[in-house]
């Protein structure tokens, strides 16, 4: 291999509940994933296709700090279950899905809406609104080893203390295994690969110096300060 010209970057990891890290490849996110959502987004739950984005992988982060972002009055918390994936491969069945699966955190798909709102109207990619620095607030990666498979389990967001987002992940219109299958039929997945599955209603803006409390049943609290 040639030498390097510059420096190689770090390889960004989210920290696991079991002392090590997992090293992100890509990160794929699902958009409009439980129905209240849908419909609280100007949607109809029973004629769209979910879909998916991308947010970078050094977007992710697990410092327990979100730094309110430039260019944007109007930032969203999105509490989501993260899935990571151990390995890949093209055209995975339903049935074969899981068995791809490392683990599962909590996180967090902040947005800044105004700017995928603007992205949306002119018909342009959403990295603004979406991919930006420090977007991507993460817990500990929990092995599914020793969390199960998740299939349902209360989610919920609140904000200072107070309820703001809540639903329970039986309620995804497409369940973690449908999310790779689908996934592996546009992309080859690999090992290291993560998805970000969809957020309940009860979207709503953050400022800064909010307290933001995510919970998945399962997997526990997820505590980010707005900075
Ligand atoms: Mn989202």
Redesign the pocket.
């Known amino acids: 291999m040639p030498e390097l010209v510059i420096p190689a970057p770090a390889i960004p990891t989210i920290p696991t509940s079991t002392g090590g890290a997992f090293p992100v490849r890509r990160v794929y996110?699902?958009?409009r994933n439980y129905a209240a959502h849908v419909v609280e987004m100007g949607g109809d739950p029973d004629r769209e296709e979910p879909f998916f984005f991308q947010k970078n992988p050094n977007n992710l982060d697990a410092s327990g700090e979100f730094p309110y972002p430039p260019h944007s009055n109007e930032v969203h918390h999105?509490v989501?279950l993260l899935v990571a994936l151990k390995s890949g491969g093209s055209n995975i069945s339903v049935e074969d899905a899981l068995g791809h699966v490392w683990g599962y955190a909590v996180c967090l798909?902040m947005?800044r809406r105004d700017l995928q709102g603007e992205a949306k109207k002119a018909g342009r990619p959403w990295e603004t609104g979406k991919a930006f620095e420090r977007s991507g607030p993460v817990g500990p990666l929990q092995p599914a080893a020793s969390v199960g498979k998740l299939t349902e389990g209360r989610v919920e967001l609140k904000v200072n203390g107070k309820l703001c987002q809540e639903g329970n992940l039986n309620q995804m219109i497409w369940k973690v295994p449908e999310m790779i299958s689908y996934l592996s039929e546009y992309f080859e997945l690999q090992a290291g690969d993560v998805i970000?599955s969809?957020?309940p209603s009860g979207v709503g803006a953050v400022a800064k110096g909010d307290q933001m409390d995510a919970m998945i049943e399962g997997l526990g609290t997820l505590s980010v300060k707005v900075v």
Do not use: N, V
């Open positions: 996110c699902i958009g999105e989501e798909d947005t970000m969809g957020t």
